[in-house]
C-alpha cells in the first residue's frame, strides 16, 4: 500500500472518530423547544437562556400567546378569556399587550456581537444565525388558539416525529396552545394509520413539556385528556420566588442578591450589548405593545403593590426554572423532579403518574420562618444561580483567564451507596477548578427529597454520615455535597448523594 493510500486511511478513521465523538456529545445533550408569549419577563429569560445554550440543545424558538398576550386577527374580531383571572381583568378584546414576533431576533443580534467572546469560556455556544434559524411563530392570534397549523406548531411536531431518540423538553413560557396544535397535527395526520398507537406512544415518551402555570386551557382541555402519557412538570407555586412578587416570597437573605446593588454592577451595566436590553426597574426602558410595562418608570415603582424597588432591581424571570431544568449542577434531578434543583421541586401527581406538581406536598422548610414553604424548593438555589448569571455576564466581556468558571465536584463512593439501618458511611470529596482557585465544601441533608434527615459530620474533604437506626428497608436519604469556590462571582456545583437501606 503506498504512503499515500495510508494518509487517506488514516484521515478516514480520524474523521470517523470525531464523527462520533460528536454524535456521541450530540446525544449526551437535552434537546429543547421554547414557546413565548414574550411578555417583559420573558424577554429576561430569554436574556438568561442564551447565557445557558452551550448547556443543551436548542430546537426551537417559537412565538406563542397566553392569556396574557395574543395579536388578534386583525379583522377586529373580539374574545373573552378563558381563564377566570384574565376575563375579570380585561373584558372582551380584539388584541392583548401583544409585544410582537420580532424580539427574539432583536435579543439574537446582541447576543451575536458577543458570541465570539462567550467561546472563549466553552465552544458549545451556538452561533447567532444557528438560533435566529430556529425562530419561528408560532399560534398567537388569540389565547389558547389550536385550529391553524403554523411554522411553529409545524416545526415542533416534525420534531417529535423525527428519528432522533432524544427526549424533546418543550418549555411553555406563555400558554401550551403551539404545543397543543403540534400534537393535534400528529393526531389528525396520523390517527387513522394501522401504527397510530406505535406513533403515539413513541411521541408521549419524547415529549416532555415544562409548563409555568396554566396560561391558556389547551393543556386541560386537549393534551391531557388525549395525550395522557406525556410527561408534565406543572410549576404553579415556586416559579413566583422568580417573578413579579419576588419581595413578598424571597427568604431575606436571598433577596439582596436580586436587587439593584447587585443586578446593576455585575449583570445589567458594563456587560456588553445584549445585557443593556435586560428589563429592570427604573431602567427608562419600555417594551413596545405592553402599555402595562410601568417598571422602567423610575417615578412609579416606589410603593407598588409588589413593595418598593430601586433602580435596576431584579423585575421578573418567571420563566427561567423551565430551562434551568436542563442545566446540570450536579443535583441529579432531570430524570426525577421530586429530587429538588435551580428547577424547583415537584411530586408525582395522585391522579397522573405522568404528572408532577409542586404545592404543599412539594413544600421544603424554611430556616428562615421554620414552616414549610412552596416556594422554598426554588428560593433555596436563588443565590447560587445568581451569582452564576453574574459570572456568564462576564464571559461576555472578559477574557478567561479574567472570569469565573464553575468547579466540578467528585465523590469517591459513587451517587448511590447502600447501608443499612443505623449504619455509619465516609464520603470522600474531591474537587477540580480550572481557575486554580481552592474550593469549600458543605454537606447537608436534604431530607424533603428522600425519606428523612441523616447526620453529617463534615471534615475539610470527609464527611461522616451516619443513618437513623429507625431507617427501614427501601428507604432512600439524600445527602447534597456543595462546592464553593473563591473566585468572583463565587460558583458553586454540586454532587447528590443517596443512601439506599437494605
Not at 87 to 115: A, D, Q
Amino acid at each position: 500500500m503506498s504512503l499515500e493510500h495510508i494518509m487517506k486511511n488514516i484521515s478516514l478513521l480520524l474523521f470517523c472518530i470525531c464523527l462520533c465523538t460528536i454524535c456521541q456529545a450530540q446525544q449526551n445533550n437535552k434537546r429543547t423547544i421554547v414557546t413565548t408569549d414574550g411578555e417583559i419577563d420573558d424577554v429576561d429569560t430569554f436574556i438568561r437562556f442564551l447565557m445557558y445554550t452551550n448547556e443543551f440543545d436548542t430546537e426551537g424558538l417559537i412565538y406563542s400567546s397566553s392569556m396574557w398576550h395574543w395579536k388578534g386577527d386583525g379583522k377586529g374580531t373580539t374574545m373573552v378569556s378563558e381563564m377566570e383571572m384574565t376575563r375579570n381583568m380585561y373584558g372582551e378584546r380584539s388584541e392583548l399587550r401583544w409585544p410582537g414576533t420580532t424580539w427574539m431576533e432583536e435579543l439574537l443580534s446582541e447576543y451575536g456581537k458577543v458570541h465570539p467572546n462567550l467561546l472563549l469560556h466553552d465552544k458549545n455556544y451556538p452561533s447567532a444565525e444557528k438560533l435566529l434559524s430556529l425562530v419561528k411563530v408560532g399560534n398567537i392570534d388569540f389565547e389558547g388558539e389550536m385550529d391553524q397549523r403554523t411554522e411553529g406548531s409545524e416545526w415542533i411536531a416534525q420534531k417529535l416525529m423525527d428519528d432522533d431518540p432524544r427526549e424533546i423538553f418543550l418549555q411553555a413560557w406563555g400558554g401550551t396552545n403551539t404545543i397543543a396544535r403540534a400534537l393535534k397535527s400528529i393526531e389528525e395526520d396520523y390517527s387513522n394509520h394501522k401504527n397510530w398507537e406505535e406513533i403515539k406512544e413513541k411521541v408521549s415518551k419524547k415529549a416532555i413539556i415544562y409548563t409555568i402555570m396554566d396560561q391558556d386551557a389547551t393543556y386541560k382541555k386537549y393534551i391531557g385528556p388525549n395525550w395522557p402519557k406525556i410527561r408534565v412538570f406543572y410549576n404553579a407555586n415556586q416559579f413566583w420566588c422568580f417573578a413579579y412578587p419576588w419581595k413578598r416570597v424571597v427568604p431575606k437573605s436571598q433577596q439582596p442578591f436580586l436587587e439593584g446593588s447587585f443586578m446593576g454592577p455585575n449583570i445589567i451595566n458594563d456587560h456588553g450589548p445584549l445585557f443593556k436590553k435586560y428589563y429592570s426597574y427604573g431602567d427608562g426602558q419600555k417594551q413596545e405593545g405592553d402599555p402595562n410595562h410601568f417598571e422602567g418608570d423610575i417615578s412609579k415603582i416606589v410603593d407598588t403593590e409588589r413593595g418598593s424597588f430601586s433602580k435596576y432591581d431584579f423585575i421578573s424571570e418567571g420563566d427561567s426554572p423551565a430551562f434551568l431544568h436542563l442545566v446540570d449542577v450536579g443535583l441529579d434531578n432531570y430524570e426525577d423532579p421530586s429530587r429538588g434543583g435551580w428547577s424547583g421541586r415537584f411530586v408525582q401527581s395522585k391522579e397522573n403518574p405522568y404528572r408532577y406538581e409542586d404545592g404543599d406536598a412539594a413544600s421544603d422548610l424554611n430556616p428562615e420562618t421554620g414552616e414549610m414553604d412552596k416556594s422554598y424548593p426554588q428560593t433555596r438555589w436563588i443565590k447560587p444561580m445568581q451569582l452564576d448569571f453574574a459570572a456568564r455576564a462576564d464571559w461576555c466581556i472578559k477574557p478567561f483567564s479574567e472570569a469565573n468558571h464553575p468547579p466540578k465536584i467528585n465523590v469517591a463512593e459513587g451517587n448511590t451507596i447502600t447501608s443499612t439501618a443505623g449504619g455509619t458511611l465516609t464520603l470522600n470529596i474531591s474537587c477540580e477548578d480550572v481557575d486554580g482557585h481552592p474550593v469549600y465544601f458543605k454537606a447537608w441533608p436534604y431530607s424533603e427529597a428522600g425519606d428523612g434527615a441523616v447526620q453529617i459530620e463534615l471534615n475539610q474533604d470527609r464527611a461522616k454520615i451516619q443513618v437513623p437506626k429507625t431507617a427501614k428497608t427501601g428507604e432512600k436519604y439524600h445527602v447534597i455535597i456543595e462546592g464553593t469556590d473563591t473566585g468572583f462571582p463565587a460558583l458553586t456545583r454540586y454532587q447528590r448523594v443517596i443512601i439506599e437501606i437494605n
